[in-house]
């Protein structure tokens, strides 16, 4: 949905909880494959590689537990890639199960389903673009130039109910370091951002959760 190509993935049961590299033995693997759907993909146009784990059941199967210890605690695991489309029916059942438990369901109300998304100037038309920096002069400085991320985006990214508060965080939302640099000229930009937008010093800023600090400072 982006103009970019995805290939992939892989699919490894691995038992290491903090096991997150890519392999070349996967990479050859992916590349065999695709190559099979796509002769002539030039893997050397790569841009980056992503891994992740899921947790897995043991044997597999969905489980979807109603605690009897816990009063309206739901567990729900094993789901794996049929997850996807198999969300209603999983849905339904548990709600079913919760009802059979005894547990009071109630529907929320004035409940809003519909989340306004941050407007990407990137697919705007000119006209559209210059309407969009008239009501907000941010929308006229570039950011992100590979992405062409703005920093009224980077901004509203930041302030929003559940807000950005590290580069990774930032670049999940409006995509600022996602494009063929890899965050290699926006990123003091966006650290920048987030330093007088959050007003925090410099070497407060993370790259993700943990201890990925960015900046060190000499101050004692």
């Not at 966006?190 to 925090?200: F, G, M, W």
């Amino acid at each position: 949905m982006d103009g970019n190509i995805l290939i992939g993935p892989t699919a490894e049961d691995i038992e290491d909880k903090l096991d997150k590299k890519t392999t070349k033995e996967g990479l050859d693997q992916v590349m065999e494959q695709a190559r099979m759907l796509v002769p002539n993909l030039h893997m050397e146009d790569t841009i980056t590689q992503f891994v992740g784990l899921r947790p897995a059941r043991e044997p597999e199967g969905y489980n979807i537990l109603i605690s009897d210890k816990v009063k309206g605690y739901v567990g729900i695991s094993g789901i794996r890639s049929t997850g996807l489309t198999g969300s209603l029916g999983i849905a339904k059942y548990t709600i079913r199960q919760m009802q059979e438990a005894g547990l009071i369901l109630e529907r929320k109300q004035g409940f809003v389903p519909v989340r306004r998304g941050i407007v990407s100037f990137a697919d705007k038309t000119d006209e559209e673009k210059n309407r969009l920096i008239q009501q907000d002069p941010r929308y006229g400085r570039i950011v992100c130039r590979c992405e062409q991320i703005t920093e009224s985006e980077i901004v509203q990214a930041i302030h929003r109910p559940v807000g950005a508060r590290t580069l990774d965080a930032v670049k999940r939302r409006v995509r600022a370091g996602m494009g063929r640099c890899q965050g290699g000229f926006c990123s003091p930009l966006v650290a920048e951002i987030l330093c007088r937008e959050l007003d925090i010093p410099a070497n407060e800023i993370r790259k993700r959760s943990g201890d990925s600090y960015l900046f060190m400072s000499n101050e004692t």
